[in-house]
């Protein structure tokens, strides 16, 4: 297994809807074993193979949920039904996300609080998890970056201008910045 380098904001991979899986073969069960890792050094709470440069509709997430029950998983080529988004603004101390794409930075986003996925794992058995509070938060996450789109696409003001701000001062937003979990200096 390998941890692979995290792809920052700017690499046309992490902005472009990614491809179905056809391909159930070795490479994928490798690539899905180097996602957990690259998610667990990180650490993360989910991560979508187009952060570390790969164009496929996967993502894995690892969530203790508040009942205490640990939820780990793959998901391949999923769909996503949700409640609806609440317009309301979002509440910085209990709303605020963050992105192993925008290493080290936080902004508050409104997001549905149900959520059903569906999609199929490793062995092509179908996946099916209701989700809610945080948990479908993170499915809602994961699910945008194989659409391409990053939650600081999707902020309200004042925050999305705080986003392309603190994106902009730190260099990131170009192509080819990547960060390698367990490392401390951000490469490229
Ligand atoms: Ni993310």
Redesign the pocket.
């Known amino acids: 297994m390998t941890i692979r380098p995290i792809c920052i904001t700017g690499n046309p991979v992490l902005h472009t809807k990614a491809l179905e899986v056809t391909e159930f073969n070795e490479e994928l069960r490798v690539l899905v074993q180097d996602m957990y890792e690259t998610m667990d050094e990180a650490p ?1 709470v ?3 193979a187009p ?1 570390i440069g790969v164009n496929l509709r996967i993502f894995v997430y690892d969530w203790d949920a508040e009942d205490g029950s640990a939820q780990r998983g793959v998901v391949i080529n999923p769909t996503l039904t949700t409640s609806a988004v609440p317009t309301e603004q979002a509440d910085w101390e209990s709303e605020s996300e ?5 290493p080290g930075e936080r902004f508050p986003l409104k997001r549905a609080e149900s959520a059903v996925v569906t999609g199929v794992d490793l062995d092509q058995n179908p996946v099916h998890i209701e989700a809610t509070g945080w948990f479908a938060r993170i499915f809602q ?2 699910f ?2 194989l659409e391409g789109i ?2 600081v696409d999707k902020l309200s003001e004042p925050y999305a201008q705080e986003a392309k701000d603190t994106i902009a001062e730190r260099g990131w937003g170009k192509d080819g910045i990547s960060w390698l979990p367990g490392e401390e200096k951000l490469e490229g």
């Open positions: 993360g989910g991560l979508a952060q963050g992105c192993l794409s925008v996450h994961e945008d970056h990053l939650y």
